[in-house]
């Protein structure tokens, strides 16, 4: 199968590579660059385990095209720390508890930090929609959403 060429910013590294027409965006990312926090869960956009973020918009990698993402940029689980620092949606998750066994965590964070990136206060109804589409049989939901909750709260202040 001939082989095209692909250029795409992947976590603020550009990349310039050549790929087969009907290779996903997931299996270039775990396959080809060793970014494994993308999981491929049902293969079908049903899970939302392979979540990435394409020019800030979630996608389900395991149906995406790597050709689609040409001239784009994608953020993984990965690309979200910055400076030795969890982003402040990563550190949310392990302070609620919301991380069980991890497999569909960073689907979760990935549209998480898409929504937060549209809207900086979503309602809770906003971020329960935004979230329907991911599949999680550890923890429930419940802290999930808790911990995106209180990143759009922001810091607690004491009395």
Not at 56 to 61: A, D, E, L, Q, Y
Not at 71 to 90: F, M, N
Not at 136 to 154: L, S
């Amino acid at each position: 199968m001939n082989r095209l060429p692909l250029e795409i910013t992947i976590n603020g590294e550009p990349y310039s590579l050549t790929v087969e027409p009907n290779r996903t965006l997931l299996e270039l990312l775990r396959d080809d660059l060793d970014l494994t926090g993308a999981k491929e869960g049902c293969g079908e956009g049903v899970c939302g385990s392979c979540t990435v973020l394409l020019d800030g918009n979630p996608v389900r990698s395991c149906l995406t095209l790597a050709l689609e993402a040409n001239g784009s940029h994608v953020t993984t689980v990965e690309g979200l720390a910055g400076d030795g620092e969890l982003d402040p949606l990563q550190q949310s998750f392990i302070d609620h508890g919301a991380v069980q066994c991890g497999f569909c965590t960073s689907g979760m964070l990935m549209t998480s930090k898409g929504l937060l990136l549209r809207k900086t206060h979503p309602e809770k109804k906003e971020i329960l929609a935004a979230l329907s589409g991911h599949t999680c049989r550890c923890t429930g939901y419940t802290k999930i959403i808790e911990a995106v909750e209180a990143v759009v709260d922001g810091p607690k202040k004491e009395r």
